[in-house]
C-alpha cells in the first residue's frame, strides 16, 4: 500500500492516528509500523519523518525509529525526535532473518515503528529489489508513506494520479 501525502500537517496526523490504529499493520509484534519514502533521495524523507516522531512524541505515543541502511547520521536526529534510539535496518547487510530480528527486539515495547527509507523507494543493490525501502517495506509488512518533492511538477503529479 502507497500512501500519497501533499497536504497540512493536520491531515498527515490523522493519517498516522489510522495506521495506528489498523489492526492488519500487526505482524509478528503488535506494532503498528510505517514506512517513509520517496522517489529519489533529498526529497524530504527526513524532514517528513522527524516531523511525524515529534508529534507522535508529544501527543504521548511512544514510538520506535528505525533508518533503512547502515547510516549514523540520520539516526542520531531521529533519536533526537523520538525520545528514543534508532536502530538500522539493512537487509543488504543484516539479511532478511537480521532486519526481522532486529524489528522484532526494539520495536516491541512502542505502540508504533516508523522506518526511513533511504534514497529512492525502489533502490538498492540486488537487481530482484530485495534491499531497497520497497523490499523492507515488503519484510516487514509495512505501508509506505511516499515523499513527493513537487518542486518544477506544476499540475503534472495531479493530472498522472487522478484517475
Request: proline share 3%; hydrophobic share 40%; aromatic share 8%.
Amino acid at each position: 500500500m502507497i500512501l500519497v501525502v501533499k497536504t497540512t500537517q493536520q491531515v498527515l496526523l490523522k493519517v498516522i492516528r489510522f495506521y495506528l490504529n489498523s489492526k492488519d499493520l500487526f505482524w509478528k509484534t503488535h506494532t503498528s509500523r510505517l514506512l517513509i519514502s520517496a522517489p529519489q533521495k533529498s526529497a524530504g524523507k527526513t524532514t517528513v519523518s522527524l516531523g511525524i516522531l515529534h508529534n507522535l512524541q508529544q501527543e504521548g505515543v511512544k514510538v520506535q525509529s528505525f533508518k533503512k541502511g547502515p547510516d549514523y547520521i540520520d539516526p542520531m536526529w531521529l533519536k533526537l525526535a523520538s525520545g528514543t534510539e534508532c536502530h538500522n535496518l539493512d537487509p543488504y547487510l543484516l539479511g532478511a532473518e537480521g532486519c526481522l530480528d532486529s524489528f522484532g527486539r526494539y520495536s516491541t515495547e512502542s505502540s508504533m515503528a516508523l522506518i526511513e527509507g533511504n534514497h529512492g523507494l525502489h533502490d538498492g543493490m540486488s537487481l530482484d529489489g530485495f534491499d531497497s525501502s520497497a523490499g523492507l517495506a515488503n519484510m516487514l509488512q509495512s505501508p509506505v508513506l511516499l515523499v513527493i518533492n513537487s518542486r518544477g511538477m506544476g499540475r503534472d503529479w495531479d493530472a498522472k494520479n487522478a484517475a
